[in-house]
């Protein structure tokens, strides 16, 4: 269906929808969006999503477990937090990549989990570059 991708986009931006930048990313979205969104601080959609996990406006930069309106992290990925690691373009393809595994590398946990079921293991630089564009 990519050839309807434009009229699509046309048709949210007379809804008013903010479609734009995800729509040449929405395959790499398609996964995340099942548990996040992405909302901008003044309430702004910027990416529909679910809600079971963190909000991912911002998340460039950020503190890991950062989100201060989400309470579900768990408690290992709020260890890893506690190191001051930060949600850079390195830590966000490796744990999308193995979550537990990043958290067992940064905590030294062997059992580390992450709570996060969903692994990518390619297009994550791309889907980090297109949220830190997409929060700024």
Known sequence: MKHFRRPLV???????????????NEDLWRDCRTCHQVVAPDGTVLARGGRAGPNLYGVAGRALAGDGGFRLYSSDLQ???????????DNFVAYLAGPDQ?????????????????????GGAELFRWLRDLSN
């Not at 046309?10 to 040449?24: M, N, R, T, Y």
């Not at 990043?102 to 990518?120: C, D, E, K, P």
């Open 79 to 89: 260890q890893a937090a506690a190191t001051g690691a930060r949600w850079t373009e």
């Open 10 to 24: 046309a048709l949210a931006l007379i809804a008013g929808v903010a479609v734009g930048p995800l729509a040449a």
């Open 102 to 122: 990043f958290l067992r590398g940064i905590t030294g946990n062997a059992t580390a989990q992450s709570g996060m079921h969903v692994a990518l293991g390619q």
